[in-house]
């Protein structure tokens, strides 16, 4: 008796090919608005403070990759356009050492008591660069210290 295996047969139809990946677009800080998202920047740090560091006393035992505590620290970075607060949080605090060179990837803006906020949450990355950024930092150009009012605006008809 001869059994019969079906061949399967290429008609074209079967797994797309990925689409290529997109090339990062850099932006500068003086581009950067309320609200917005998915900005890729290369900043040095200026300063680093610590806001925050408690221990989770929920957390029996650490979680695996996880210290188990919270850290909040708020960096002044900057580009040869300005300057804006980033929120470093956990292991990102480590990252952000004074003098450095940092690539923030997927990057959002906060709003936090009415000032920008740069954030990097988990679908973005921060990543510190080998070689020093050749621009000097613009100071005088803070972004985070100008301050914002909500203004809800009534649709007229």
């Known amino acids: 008796m001869e059994s019969e295996t079906p061949q399967k047969q290429n008609n074209g139809e079967g797994t797309a090919p990925k689409p290529a990946m997109r090339k990062p677009v850099f932006v500068k800080v003086e581009q950067l608005k309320p609200g917005t998202n998915g900005h890729n920047l290369t900043l040095k740090v200026q300063t680093s403070s610590t806001v925050l ?3 989770d006393r929920n957390l029996p035992t650490p979680i695996r990759g996880s210290s188990g505590q919270t850290r909040i620290a708020e ?6 356009t300005g ?3 980033f929120t ?8 952000l050492k004074v003098g450095s060179t940092v ?10 008591k009415g000032s920008m906020r740069l954030v990097v949450d988990k679908w ?4 510190v660069v080998n070689e ?10 803070n972004l985070s210290a100008i301050e914002y009012e909500l203004v809800n605006v009534v649709a007229q008809e």
């Not at 470093?88 to 990252?95: E, I, K, P």
């Not at 690539?103 to 936090?112: E, V, Y």
């Not at 973005?124 to 990543?127: A, P, T």
Request: aromatic share 6%.
């Open 75 to 80: 960096c002044l970075v900057g580009d040869e």
């Open 53 to 55: 560091q408690k221990k």
């Open 103 to 112: 690539n923030f990837r997927n990057a959002k803006i906060d709003m936090f």
């Open 88 to 95: 470093a949080r956990n292991d990102q605090v480590d990252l």
């Open 132 to 141: 020093s950024a050749n621009f000097e930092v613009k100071l005088d150009n």
């Open 83 to 85: 300057t804006i607060l």
């Open 124 to 127: 973005g990355l921060v990543e």
